[in-house]
C-alpha cells in the first residue's frame, strides 16, 4: 500500500513542476510580447524621425538654393509644417504619435501628404501637394 501512495505522490509532483513550468514560460512569453510591442513602436517613431529630417534637410537645402530653387519628395506620413520652422510627421493613421524636427527657413503652416512640392519664391518656402 506504500508504493501506491508512493507512485501518487511522484505524480503530484511531477504535475506541480509542469505546472511551475508552464508558468515561467507564460510569464516569459508575456515579456517577449510587451517586448516586441516596444520595438515595434520604436521602428515606428524611428522611420518618422528619419522622414522628418529628410523633409528637413530638403527645405533647409531649398532655403539656401535661393529663388526659384524647388525639389519634389514623397512620403507616406501626414507632414504638418509649422510657421516656427517646425515639422510634425505622424502616420495617416495617427496612431503612436508625432515625430517632430526643425528647419531653418521661413514658411507658413501646411498639412500635406504623398507628393510634396518644395519651392524657394522670393525667399519663402512654398509646399504644396504635387498633382501629377
Known amino acids: 500500500m506504500a508504493i ?3 507512485k501518487a505522490q511522484v505524480s503530484m509532483e511531477f504535475l506541480f513542476a509542469i ?3 508552464l508558468f515561467v514560460f507564460i510569464l516569459l512569453l508575456g515579456f517577449v510580447f510587451q517586448r516586441k510591442s516596444e520595438l515595434v513602436d520604436t521602428k515606428d517613431f524611428l522611420d518618422k524621425k528619419a522622414e522628418c529630417l529628410r523633409i528637413a534637410s530638403l527645405i ?3 532655403y539656401s538654393g535661393g529663388d526659384g530653387t524647388a525639389a ?3 512620403t507616406n506620413y501626414l507632414v504638418t509644417i509649422y510657421n516656427y520652422s517646425i515639422i510634425g ?3 495617416i493613421a495617427n496612431l503612436t504619435g508625432e ?3 526643425y528647419f531653418v527657413a521661413e514658411t507658413e503652416s501646411y ?3 504623398n507628393n510634396l512640392l518644395i ?3 522670393d525667399g519663402s518656402i512654398i509646399l504644396t501637394n504635387e498633382t501629377g
Do not use: D, H, M, Q
Open 4 to 6: 501506491i501512495a508512493r
Open 19 to 21: 505546472g511551475f513550468v
Open 60 to 62: 533647409s537645402s531649398v
Open 72 to 74: 519634389k519628395i514623397k
Open 89 to 91: 510627421v505622424e502616420s
Open 99 to 101: 515625430a517632430r524636427c
Open 111 to 113: 498639412n500635406l501628404t
Open 119 to 121: 519651392k524657394n519664391e
